[in-house]
């Protein structure tokens, strides 16, 4: 399933330790890749990936359109970077593996911040399908959260937004539980 799959990488999002960078082989860039597909898949939208620097993960943007004209536009935001797990030894059990344990999920971003990003996919492809969404959605999804989103406000205002934000109504903060 899509939150096994996510949890499984473990995107700990302070770059500066690891030699791989921007490569593929890189647990961040590897991480905004699934979910680049993923959004594509659920949503049916393309899916751009800012490149922020070597030292930060992607910026993940999707422009979902409702199909209604003049529709404004809500913005989803949330994050897919971790923080370091750690000594895993300490750990009941793997933290890239995620487990349920009395009714409880426990995995490294399972609630912070995977699971939330899971949960407003499937919210709105649940409005596509029943053609109840009556609004757009921008969908901003960052890398770099857990190291406090040193340059996002910079990549989004010097990119070139899929749609008009002079619309935006409010702002859907995707981020624990």
Not at 121 to 137: H, I, P, T
Request: proline content about 5%; glycine content about 6%.
């Amino acid at each position: 399933d899509a939150l096994r799959s996510l949890v499984s990488i473990p995107s700990v999002s302070d770059l500066r330790s690891d030699e791989r960078s921007r490569s593929a082989e890189n647990p961040v860039y590897a991480c905004a890749s699934s979910l680049r597909k993923l959004v594509e898949q659920v949503l049916g939208c393309e899916t751009l990936v800012l490149h922020v620097s070597d030292e930060q993960g992607p910026v993940l943007v999707a422009d979902v359109r409702s199909g209604t004209e003049n529709a404004p536009t809500v913005v989803i935001y949330g994050h897919y970077d971790v923080v370091s797990a750690g000594d895993i030894s300490q750990w009941d059990s793997n933290p890239y593996e995620m487990s349920a344990r009395d009714g409880y999920l426990y995995g490294r971003g399972t609630s912070d911040n995977k699971g939330p990003i899971v949960a407003a996919l499937s919210a709105v492809q649940q409005l596509q399908r029943s053609r109840s969404l009556s609004v757009n959605v921008l969908l901003i999804l960052e890398g770099s959260e857990e190291i406090s989103s040193p340059s996002l406000v910079r990549v989004l205002s010097d990119c070139h937004l899929p749609m008009d934000t002079s619309d935006v109504r409010c702002v859907l903060v995707c981020n624990s539980h």
